[in-house]
């Protein structure tokens, strides 16, 4: 998955995002709870990898569909971000792809001219 | 295929020469049109990355049904030394243990024949499938850790199933040297719901009849015979095994930049066995692997449970028994004998009975027993007829060798030879591999029901998941009868039987 953002902050957040949109239909999915997802890394990629398996295991260990995000503080070793969102429920919730792992296969962040472009490749 | 100089040995092996920082050759056990249909697959690459790692003996090896995976291919089995070597969360997978399970039973085909859909619906009922499902059970940390110190004798001291289960298991369904205290409170947390659940993906519980039986007096030691119905149960460590691997790629991605040996990808992250950080990492995935256990054993407990329901008759009434539980993702310390002088030149072709020396791994001459920490990732263990951890009743045959094919094929049993205990560190394929990667497989099913398709060959299929069926759709794999007969020819298996699908559910 290729992601972009203007700033290094909406890269993470647009990450983070298309979890839940690979997931599922975030449209059902309404915002009743918040957590605060803190995570390190040795440079940006790691970084990213880290955040996103943080936001990851909110679904795998917590059971919470999340599409809300920000990022409260980042540098490249440290991000602390808020992810928004309520209690998988299979009544009202479907899942199109699980997720499984986010890996570290062929990871990247960098800036670009016009902003940040990142990759990640998900585990489904 | 990547920029990969693959040599031909013989008519089943390949060898990749090692070039750069390989420290041992790459050894592809497969066949011309097998390596044909690879097309542009990267796992030769990642053949050669394995052998890059420190402690590596004598090859990287990988099976026919060799396919890309993270960091190591998927097919891949490599061994290392116990004081040079390390061990590598990467080269046994994230979905630890994953295995799969033979139950047998006494009924034939005709005697479910009218049942069938029942069945099918039945199990799809009562065994929890899909994405992050739930079972019955949740577990107290404290419960929790029995498991995973237990394994599959927590479920039969529970009352799921019988001691006898265990003789019939990898390893009596217990790795030594798991440690509870090495597993995070996250994998805990992702255990706790999960025991006794099939999960998703390729993961299925199937029923079938056997089709065809190539040896005989094998077939007999297992209690095989023609027309006689078993089933099939394909599953993992679900999401403990699974934050297990993660967790400890994320450690080891940190330890390895200390380590000053360079590594091709990250995801080949690992840490020296002697060390700390491979000894945790081992007794991590000890107790991930006795979840396996304990789940698969639960889920056969219930299949027996629902066959009694629907056909109201115990399971004993049926003559359910286990055949055998293998895993195929893991890395196990295995004695093997080596042959400590080589003849040289070292990478010289051909040798009787082996690739290096007159007798491969176990030659006859300047041999010593050592350990070895073996990785198999999508591979199974292959020992032969005599080895010590094998139960009585299969100790003059070999062990029971299970490789689950696609949905609309079937599976095979087979059975482990001297020749591979000599040649692959006792190890074979585990299946029939991916040629198609999910997001394919959906793309190219597009405006199809597979479900339909499977029915029209008369196979009964119930999937929880939206997509599941079209992303495990037979053409999704590769030939599972090729990659068998690949094995078979190369001697590191023997064809036993091969069993057709009659019902199958998945997540």
Redesign the interface.
Same mark, same amino acid.
Do not use: I, T
């Given at each position: 998955m290729e992601i972009y953002g203007k700033t290094v902050e909406e890269l993470f957040v647009n990450a983070a995002f298309a979890i839940g949109d690979l997931m599922t239909d975030l449209q059902n999915v309404e915002v009743t709870r918040a957590r605060r997802i803190v995570a390190e890394g040795t440079d940006w990629e790691d970084l990213l990898v880290n955040y996103l398996r943080e936001a990851l295991y909110l679904f795998n260990g917590e059971g919470l569909l999340l599409g809300d995000y920000a990022i409260i503080e980042i540098d490249p070793r440290h991000v602390v971000g808020e992810a928004r969102g309520e209690p998988f429920d299979p009544d009202r919730h479907r899942i199109n792809t699980e997720i499984k792992a986010v890996t570290y296969h062929q990871a990247l962040v960098r800036e670009t001219e016009t902003g940040w472009i990142g990759r990640v490749v998900f585990d489904v | 295929m990547s920029e990969i100089r693959l040599e031909k040995i013989d008519e089943y092996r390949w060898m990749i020469p090692p070039v750069g920082g390989m420290r041992v050759p790459g050894i592809i056990y497969s066949s011309e049109e097998l390596i044909r249909e690879m097309g542009t697959d990267e796992s030769p690459k990642q053949v050669a990355n394995v052998a890059h790692l420190p402690g590596i003996v004598k090859y990287s090896l990988a099976m026919p049904d060799m396919h890309w995976g /993270?960091?190591f291919p998927i097919g891949g089995v490599a061994a290392f030394d116990m004081e040079e070597g390390v061990i590598s969360p990467g080269g046994v997978g /994230?979905d630890i243990n994953c295995g799969c399970r033979l139950v047998t039973t006494r009924l034939s085909l005709d005697d479910i024949r009218d049942c069938l859909q029942y069945l099918v619906v039945a199990l799809f009922r009562d065994i929890p499938t %899909? *994405? %992050?499902s739930k079972g019955v059970l949740k577990l107290s940390v404290k419960e929790e850790k029995n498991v995973l110190e237990k394994g599959a004798k927590w479920a039969v001291d529970q009352g799921y199933g019988a001691p006898d289960d265990l003789e019939a298991t990898e390893d009596r369904g217990r790795m030594e040297g798991a440690d509870p205290e090495k597993v995070s409170t996250?994998a805990l947390? &992702?255990g706790r719901e999960q025991l006794g659940t099939l999960g !998703?993906?390729n993961h299925f519980l199937e029923i079938e009849v056997v089709e065809e039986i190539f040896d005989e007096a094998v077939a007999v030691a297992f209690g095989l015979e023609k027309d006689q119905i078993a089933i099939l149960i394909h599953s993992g460590s679900r %999401?403990l095994g /699974? @934050?297990v691997?993660?967790d400890y790629?994320?450690k080891m *991605?940190?330890h390895v %930049?200390d380590l000053g040996f360079p590594l091709p990808?990250? @995801?080949l !992250?690992c840490a020296y066995l002697r060390s700390n950080q491979g000894r945790d990492y081992l007794s991590a995935m000890a107790c991930a692997a006795n979840y396996a256990w304990a789940n698969r054993q639960m889920l056969m407990h219930w299949t027996g449970e629902t066959f009694e329901r629907v056909l109201h008759k115990s399971p004993r009434e049926i003559g359910m028994r286990l055949l055998y539980d293998v895993c195929h993702n893991i890395a196990k310390i295995e004695t093997f004998t080596v042959d400590e002088n080589p003849p040289s030149p070292p990478l010289e072709k051909g040798g009787k009975g082996g690739f290096f020396g007159k007798g491969g791994l176990g030659g006859f001459s300047d041999e010593r027993q050592v350990k070895l920490c073996v990785h198999r990732k999508g591979a199974t263990r292959a020992f032969p007829p005599g080895h010590p951890s094998l139960p009585g009743r299969y100790l003059k045959v070999g062990q029971p060798i299970l490789i689950p094919g696609d949905m609309g094929t079937g599976s095979y049993v087979l059975v482990g030879t001297e020749k591979a205990f000599k040649d692959t560190f006792g190890s074979t394929c585990h299946g029939a591999g991916r040629v198609m990667s &999910?997001?394919q497989a959906t793309r190219a099913s597009s405006g199809r029901s597979i479900a339909k398709e499977m029915a029209k060959r008369g196979i009964i299929v119930m999937a929880t998941?939206?997509?599941t069926l079209r992303e495990e759709m037979p053409e999704a794999y590769k030939n599972l009868d090729q990659v068998v007969q690949v094995v078979h020819e190369a001697g590191i298996s023997k064809k036993v039987a091969r069993l057709r699908s009659l019902g199958c559910i998945k997540g």
């Open positions: - | /993270y960091g /994230y %899909g *994405v %992050g996250k947390e &992702r !998703s993906g %999401g /699974y @934050q691997c993660d790629l994320a *991605v940190k %930049g990808d990250k @995801q !992250s &999910r997001n998941g939206k997509g």
